[in-house]
């Protein structure tokens, strides 16, 4: 090891200690943590983070950076100081006491946002919303490089090499393709009966068949656990220690694709090597390539009819008077039916991207062309007409659905739909090389993950998204996999004649 | 506030966040981390530990201490630079690496216990436990003032002002009283039938009932959670987030009074002011007088006639055919039997003291007179026959039934004898400025939860425990309370002719 990076190695522990002990308080508020505990335990968040920023900021940190540059480095150690370096960028342009109120303004703006979605009143939510937008755009303006637009530098920080031009030709095909697709989907009058996943599904049994589930597609109990929130989600302490929740309601669809999507996180994070864990390496390369692979598991796999073949015996048994009655063939229509519809967390495979574009153009707008925050939910509601032929009635199933926005974060969005392309493209890629349908069909989920293992986990960050894409698939990024994957697939499962 | 006060904030600010990072950690640790987690957790935590004590033994925290000293401080931050000091002396004079080389032991030691327990095998945590008195007495000698005892250091860091001289006289009182009354009792061959407290009690009817009586006696649901974890517990981040655990198996008195003991403690805790939490004084003045809360509430209050007037009936139509035919003098008689038995934890009211004296005995020939670790299984054994009638069969349900030693904990045990006898000090004082048990029978806890509050929660660690039991009853410790409040009780129930 070279001399200069084991010195680092205190800080590095340190920094990771205290970015592990949020991860817990985080996910503590999340599932348990008693009502009035909020005040005081932010109290304490707020101290580690003060302390987290200090230790990357600490200029002895610096310094050994800088030596190590100068040292031979192991291509594990070259990406931590790299990682590194990347965030002590991020930090240091900061002044502390910005830091601070921007913290302060985002952990208020949650509660802000909370509550203006509940009393449906935008006016609120909108000054947090201004200050929010005006403190992001600073920040970006802080370590934008020369002649870098803001937005390009924080749709960075989610998604390397994607930047607007990317996205734009990327948003731009979709829009192209699938609004017109979707268009002629609807009014080809078809109706798909899905009344039989509404009902009376008790909390215990769809806590069951999600165990299932998750252990099904490769979910390790061992080194994980799954709880309720408000909003299902995954987090992790390190690759032994996984952590999804889900959440119950009458939809019964809704807790089982949730729990196979956040499975398809926590796989990932369980497939980092015990070599990278707990290091700044040692997790998911970006957002998009997370959520290729809880999409992928969600959609490519858990919405597939093969999927089912072995399994839906299991779920029939466990509701048998809700799907006792109901094929598998009914069932799988069911839990594909397209529906254009207001909320992003529900919908369908097909629109989804179409939600995420929205809030793609709304954010440049934002961020880049000056749109005046009081304008959005009327911008917002103009764009689901276009592109999905519907209106929010009010703003909390509108421009307040989303809690990232309270959270400062901006430029999170494209990931969701740039995951859903990247698995398409990874789908398009494995099913040359192996039976993929045959593989459901038996049961042999483990091939399919250990080959997503192989290809994608193990790597931690240290290749970019984009680079395994590449490295896996001999192609870059190309959405078209992606548009062709959507129109096969509902052009068959609706009996549309091909365009 | 004095400056130098004031400068001291930010160092207490972060070991306050270390240090409920830490707790839960270990919370979670106990009720819901996965299998595999632990040695990468413990990494974490061995961090934060670490940084904790770099915070506490920072040479300016030093330089602030001494000039607090100089300048006018109001009674808080007295107290406050008085516990730091305090925990400064504590940690100063153990060289860093002595401290991490124990913290690693403890660690390992409570894992080389749980197996040696399992397999029933002492020898297998023997040279653990050699090793453990060693470094605890060494830690204890270089904290000694001139002419100090080791075994009255380590005493003093759960009790102060009880140091072997007056612990000797408390326990001897105890020996000479309450073994003979003991033998009378048991020879009186007075049976109580307790049948029916074993049985097909269901978790999730125990649960609710748990529930039930928590919020009976004072647990805030909206500041606290209740969970489940091998051994009760209960610990706290703050006044508004306190935990409690329990766990379940077929005697449903064992959880019922477990979450009653545990509400105690928890009511003491959400019983501190806003303006104590998180501060080094906001928390239980001292292990005993938190001892004292909890067996307040479990026996005093929960073990008690009066009580179960206003809520039996709920128990059972909780349980109508394990309790349905069970009056409810029946049932008090049962919750209250005595039974000379081997296990701590599961002792009845009467005999848990002479546990905790054995115990006392034998840290004292361990940490002042030599006695020899390879010993220890035989001297415990000879001493619960000689107490209590009953000798251990095997090591598990002897000598390594506790997990205190392979902690470090040395001198905590003690505490539990106190606590209860701190009790029923309390008890009589109270007696005689209220209706008591009218209080129970008509269902007003609150009163005197509110009573306990001001007398006792209210000041964290503002005052020691000695002062507060002087303070509300207007006399120095007595342990005679403990006694004549034992023996009246269990002469009248089990109908024995006064001595």
């Given amino acids: 090891m070279s001399k200069a990076f084991e010195q680092l190695q205190p800080y590095l522990e340190k920094a990771q200690a205290f970015?592990?002990?949020?991860?817990?308080?985080?996910?503590?508020?999340?599932t348990l943590a008693p009502k009035t505990a909020g005040a005081a335990t932010s109290k304490v968040v707020g101290t580690l983070s003060a302390e987290y920023f200090s230790v990357i900021t600490d200029e002895k940190v610096s310094r050994l950076v800088e030596e190590c540059r100068?040292?031979?480095?192991?291509?594990?150690?070259?990406?931590i100081v790299?990682?590194?370096?990347?965030?002590?960028?991020?930090?240091?342009?900061?002044?502390?006491?910005?830091?601070?109120?921007?913290?302060?303004?985002?952990?208020e703006g949650t509660r802000i946002w909370a509550e203006a979605r509940k009393e449906k009143d935008f006016e609120r939510f909108a000054p947090t919303l201004k200050k929010l937008v005006e403190y992001t755009k600073k920040f970006a303006s802080y370590r934008a490089k020369e002649g870098q637009k803001l937005y390009d530098v924080l749709l960075d920080d989610y998604e390397k090499?994607?930047?607007?031009?990317?996205?734009?030709?990327?948003?731009?095909?979709?829009?192209?393709q699938l609004v017109p697709f979707l268009k002629n989907l609807v009014e080809s009058g078809v109706k798909i009966e899905d009344g039989f996943l509404t009902g009376d599904y008790k909390e215990e049994d769809q806590e069951a068949i999600g165990r299932f589930l998750a252990e099904y597609v490769g979910f390790d109990f061992d080194r994980g656990v799954m709880a309720v929130s408000a909003h299902p989600f995954t987090t992790n302490l390190h690759n032994k220690d996984v952590r999804i929740t889900t959440s119950y309601n009458d939809h019964v669809d809704d807790s089982l694709f949730s729990v196979i999507h956040e499975s398809g996180h926590a796989i990932?994070?369980?497939?980092?090597?015990?070599?990278?864990?707990q290091t700044l390496v040692g997790q998911g390369a970006s957002m998009g390539m997370h959520e290729s692979q809880s999409r992928f598991f969600e959609n490519i796999i858990g919405r597939n009819e093969a999927f089912w073949i072995p399994v839906y015996g299991t779920l029939q048994s466990r509701f048998p008077s809700q799907l006792g009655h109901v094929t598998m063939e009914q069932f799988v229509k069911a839990i594909n039916k397209v529906e254009p519809s207001l909320i992003r967390t529900q919908a369908d495979e097909l629109t989804y991207s179409l939600h995420v574009l929205i809030r793609y153009e709304i954010e440049k707008m934002l961020i880049?062309?000056?749109?005046?925050?009081?304008?959005?939910?009327?911008?917002?509601?103009?764009?689901?007409?276009?592109?999905?032929g519907v209106r929010p009635k009010d703003v909390a199933e509108g421009v307040?659905?989303?809690?990232?926005?309270?959270?400062?974060?901006?430029?999170?969005?494209?990931?969701?739909?740039?995951?859903?392309?990247?698995?398409?493209?990874?789908?398009?890629?494995?099913?040359?090389?192996?039976d993929f349908e045959g593989l459901l069909k038996r049961g042999e989920i483990s091939v399919i993950r250990e080959f997503l293992r192989?290809?994608?986990?193990?790597?931690?960050?240290?290749?970019?998204?984009?680079?395994?894409?590449?490295?896996?698939?001999?192609?870059?990024?190309?959405?078209?996999?992606?548009?062709?994957?959507?129109?096969?697939?509902?052009?068959?499962?609706?009996?549309?004649?091909?365009?």
């Fill in 19 to 30: 970015q592990t002990a949020k991860v817990l308080f985080e996910w503590d508020n999340e």
């Fill in 70 to 79: 100068k040292e031979a480095l192991n291509p594990v150690e070259e990406a």
């Fill in 82 to 107: 790299r990682e590194l370096e990347e965030e002590m960028e991020k930090l240091e342009c900061i002044p502390a006491g910005e830091y601070r109120e921007f913290a302060q303004l985002t952990s």
């Fill in 161 to 176: 090499g994607f930047d607007m031009k990317t996205l734009d030709e990327f948003f731009g095909t979709l829009k192209e």
């Fill in 268 to 277: 990932y994070e369980m497939g980092i090597p015990d070599e990278l864990t």
């Fill in 368 to 388: 880049e062309e000056g749109l005046d925050v009081e304008e959005l939910p009327k911008v917002w509601a103009d764009k689901y007409e276009e592109y999905l």
């Fill in 400 to 434: 307040l659905q989303d809690i990232h926005w309270s959270q400062g974060s901006f430029g999170y969005f494209p990931s969701y739909a740039l995951g859903s392309a990247f698995g398409a493209q990874f789908y398009a890629y494995m099913k040359k090389h192996m």
């Fill in 454 to 499: 192989q290809h994608i986990h193990q790597y931690g960050k240290l290749k970019t998204s984009r680079q395994m894409l590449k490295d896996m698939t001999g192609e870059d990024f190309n959405p078209q996999y992606y548009i062709d994957y959507l129109t096969e697939k509902y052009t068959k499962l609706y009996g549309l004649t091909e365009a």
